[in-house]
C-alpha cells in the first residue's frame, strides 16, 4: 500500500497538469479553429452522398505518400529492431533483430498476395474483403477513390502495407528471448491474415462494421497498437515466462542501441501519423505537430514521474516514455489540436509507466513490455480521441466528450472492447494451434544459450 | 619473499603503479576482477525492475617483492589507492617461497 500510495503521489502532479492543460486547450481551440478547418482535406472518411470526388493524382500528394510509406518502413527496421534488441540480452539481440527484420519479408509478400485483398478488397458482410485483389489484381496506378482520391492505388496499398509489417512486429517484444524462429514465421503469418486483414478491414474499409459504428482511428491506435497490445499479452502468457525470469539478470544489454531505435521510430512516425492523412497540407501538419508534441510531452511526463517515484530520471523511462505517447496520439493524430496533443502525451507517460510497473506484480511476463506500451497506450489514445476530437480539426471527424458529444467517447470504448476481445482471443487460438503442430519455446538448452546461436548459428559480439 | 597483491578502484591504477615505480619496483601483474566487500554493489533500475549488481568491477595489482621493501609497498599502495570513501579496496600478504626467471634460470631474491 506504501508503494501504491507513493506513486499515486508522484502520478498525481503530472495527471493535474495534463487536465488542465486538455481543458485550456478547448479555449485555444475554440479560438484558433477556424482557420485551421478550411483546408482539411476530407480522406479517410469520403463522404459517399456529397459531392463525387473527381479522381485525380496529385503529385504533392503521392510524393508525401511515398515518402511515408518508406519513413513507416524505417520505423519497422531498423527503429522498432534497434529498440528491442537493445532492450534483450547480448545472447538474444540478432535473434530480436531478425524477427523484426524477417517480418518485413514475409508480410510485404503476404500484403501483395492476399492481405491487401482481404483487409481493403471490396466487402463482403462487413467483416472481411474479398479476394477479388489477390496478387493486386486491379489494383493499378489509377487512384481508388474510396481511400484516396489523390494518389495512384498502389501508392496507397503500399502505404498499407507498412503498417501491416508493423504491426506483428511490436508484438515480438512480448515473446522474445523464447520463441522458436520456424513457429514465429507461421503464427506471424496467421495472425497477419486472421488478426490483422479482418481488423484492418472492420476499422478502415469502406463497409467495415467498427468503421460503421463511427468509431475514429486516424493512423491505427486501434488496428496497430490495442491489437499488438492485446496480442502480446495472450502471447505472455501462452508462451510463459523466460527461465529464471525474476531471479537472473535480464538487464538490457545496450540501452544507446534502444534510445536509437526510439528516436527512429519517433521519426518515422510523421510518415505514420501525418501520412494516414493521404495527402500533403493542412491534416498532415496537423498531425505532425501534434505528433511530436505528444511525443515530446510523455517523454518529459515518465521522466518526471520515475524520477518523483524512484529517485532517478532514467533514459529507458524517457526514450520508453516518447515511445508511448506516440502510441497515444496514433489514433487522435488527424482529429486533436496541440494542447490537446500535450494532455494525451502526459496522460501516455504517467499511464504506461504505472502498467510497465504493474507488469510485475501480475508475474506474466511481457518481455519488452509491449501490453503496457502500446496497449495501454493505445487504449488510452483510443479513449481520449473520444474526449479531444474536434471538427474544427477535422471535419471529416467528430466531436468528442470536450465538444459536446459524450456519445463519441462511447463509440470508442466499443471499438477498444471489439479489438482487444478480438486480438486477444484471436491470438490465442492462433497460439494454441501452432503449439500443438510445433511447439513455440526453444529448448531450455537452447534458452540458455541464446536464440543468436540456437536459432541462426551466429552472435551479435564475436 | 613476498607476494602483495592489492585490489583497488580502476581508475587509481595509474596512480598506483606510478607510486610503486618510484620506490624501485620493477615490475607487477595487473588483472581485471570482480568482487564485492562491505560495499556492497550497486543498484540498476530498468522500468521499474530492480537489479542489483553485487560484483564490482575492480583491478587486482601483483606486485613480488623481497622482505625489506614489503612496508614501503604497503604503505606506497595504501597512499596511492585511497579515495577515502568505501570500496577503496585491500591489500593481502602472503609468504612467496620460490622466484625464478625464466630466460636465466636464476632463483630467489634476485630473480624478482
Redesign the interface.
Known sequence: MNRLTRIMTAMLPVLACAILIGVTGLYAQEAGAPASAVTAPLVQEAAPAAVPVQPKIDTGDTTWLLVSTAMVLAMTAPGLALFYAG?VRSKNSLSTIMQSFIILCLISLQWVLWGYSLAFGPDKGHLIGGFEWFGLNGVGLEPNVDYAATVPHQAFMIFQMMFAVITPALMTGAFAERMKFGSFLVFTLLWATFIYDPLAHWIWAVGGWVRNLGALDFAGGTVVHISSGAAALACAIVLKRRLGYGKE????HNLPMTVLGASLLWFGWFGFNAGSAVASGALATSAFVVTNTAAAAAALAWMVV?WLY?G?P?V??AA?GAVAGLVAITPASGFVGPMASIAIGLGAGVLC?GA??WK?RLGYDDAL?VVGIHGVGGIWGALATGLFASKAINAAGADGLFYGNPAQLGIQAMAVLISVVFSFVGTFVILKLVDGLMGLRVSEEEERMGLDLSQHEERSYS | MKMIEAIVKPFKLDEVKDALLEIGVQGMTVSEVKGFGRQKGHKETYRGQEYTIEFVPKVKIEVAVTDAQVSRVIETITRAAKTGSIGDGKIFVRDLTEAVRIRTGETGEIAL
Not at chain 1, 249 to 252: F, L, N, R, S, Y
Open positions: 532492450m539478470h535480464m538487464a538490457p520515475e524512484r532517478k532514467t529507458l523511462g520508453s509507466y510497465v510497473l510485475s513490455d
